[in-house]
């Protein structure tokens, strides 16, 4: 039986404890949070003991692995105590916020000895996990452009998120489409230009960007394209807009993942998510998949992944699409990786 301690009893903790629920040889022992508000909630729907901090949760229960569903900027603390303490984990997307809160996770988890997974659950949608293949097979030759974008209406910062201003469309939204690309056509980023605009959203009390559009080049010459804004309206047919495209020499996949085959709309209602909730008995979507397959990972031994140095280079280039947002200038991704001393 392994044991599992979920971080953060929010949107994302909450739904991982319930896909966990009648996951075969693991128990979720408890949560940590320290809302109490939050924590109270989870209490009552999940029946499960909720701790003050992650630390409580480790002397407490003592559990084999821990989930770390914090908000972006508030894994790091969590993430390095949980994995010097030797446990495995299963961190949220962005594995961080800032290169030192990066590297300090990535040095913990090395030396704990721990396995770790960070949370880019892409790689468990069905439909990415065609197009993935398609490439791979080699039938669309060898990837020459990608571009993807991920967007969310206003909602999103302004209500469902209570920590927007201190994250943004880049670290909300990039770590996914950044990830999906860098899997899908295997190649190295060596550079990243990016622009973005602000001041929409600061006029509705949420002071972070609007807008971030992003070119990263590959080490072969390749290249793609990143768009993610805040700023899509909510009267729009759904919270999130979402679509992807491979450009080989032989073919190309496109996708659009917003409304999944299935658009739903009044005056009262936003589109749901059809990959989600139930399906029968059993609790399906990306996310869900994500943590059974983490969990049953840690069971069997068999490989998990995307691990904590992918996770470092998907903080690395949003940090450098921050830093050319911010001198306008190109940065090349090695120069910028020596001047932060990793
Ligand atoms: N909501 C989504 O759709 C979604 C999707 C993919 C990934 N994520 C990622 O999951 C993470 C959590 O997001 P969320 O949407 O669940 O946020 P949330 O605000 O719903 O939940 C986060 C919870 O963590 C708690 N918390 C803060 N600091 C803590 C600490 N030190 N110890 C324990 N708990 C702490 C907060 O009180 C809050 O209840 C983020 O990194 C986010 O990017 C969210």
């Known amino acids: 039986m392994v044991t599992i ?10 739904l991982f404890a319930e896909a966990l629920e009648s996951q075969p040889d693991v128990t979720v022992v408890g949560f940590a949070e320290p809302s109490t508000r939050v924590a109270e909630d989870a209490k009552s729907a999940t029946g499960l003991p909720v701790a003050g901090s992650h630390t409580e949760l480790l002397e407490e229960f003592n559990p084999d ?13 969590v993430a390095v105590d949980v994995a010097e303490a030797g446990k495995h984990l299963l961190i949220e997307k962005p ?3 800032t290169l030192d809160d990066a590297y300090a996770i990535a ?6 000895g721990g396995r770790c997974l960070v949370g880019f659950e892409n790689r468990w949608n069905p439909h990415a996990l065609q197009a993935k293949s398609a490439i791979a097979s080699g039938s669309l030759g060898e990837p020459i452009t990608a571009s993807a974008t991920l967007s969310n209406s206003y909602w999103v910062p302004t209500t469902m998120l209570s920590w927007a201003a201190k994250s943004s469309p880049a670290w909300f939204l990039m770590p996914h489409t950044l990830d999906l690309v860098l899997w899908l056509n295997g190649r190295t980023p060596v550079s990243v230009s ?14 972070t960007w609007d807008v971030v559009h992003a070119l990263v080049t590959f080490d072969d010459g390749s290249t793609a394209t990143f768009s993610s804004a805040w700023t899509l309206p909510d009267a729009g047919d759904g919270i999130v807009d979402f679509r992807f495209q491979v450009i080989g020499t032989e073919g190309s996949v496109t996708a659009d993942l917003s409304h999944q085959g299935l658009t739903i709309v009044s005056d009262k209602t936003r589109s749901p998510w059809p990959l989600s909730g139930k399906v029968g008995r059993a609790l ?3 996310p869900v998949w994500m943590v059974q397959d983490f969990a049953a990972g840690l069971v069997d031994g068999s490989d998990l992944g995307p691990g904590v140095d992918h996770g470092v280079l ?9 830093e050319s947002i911010a001198t306008g200038q190109t940065v090349d991704l090695a120069t910028f990786r020596q001047a932060a001393g990793a």
């Open 65 to 77: 692995a821990v989930i770390v569903a914090t908000p972006d900027f508030a894994h790091r603390q």
């Open 5 to 14: 301690g979920i971080v953060g009893a929010g949107l994302r903790g909450r």
């Open 95 to 97: 594995l961080a916020t």
């Open 107 to 112: 040095v913990a988890v090395h030396k704990g």
């Open 194 to 207: 990016a622009v973005g605009s602000r001041g929409v959203l600061a006029k509705r009390g949420i002071d």
């Open 314 to 322: 998907i903080t690395e280039v949003i940090c450098a699409i921050e």
């Open 284 to 286: 399906v979507g990306a």
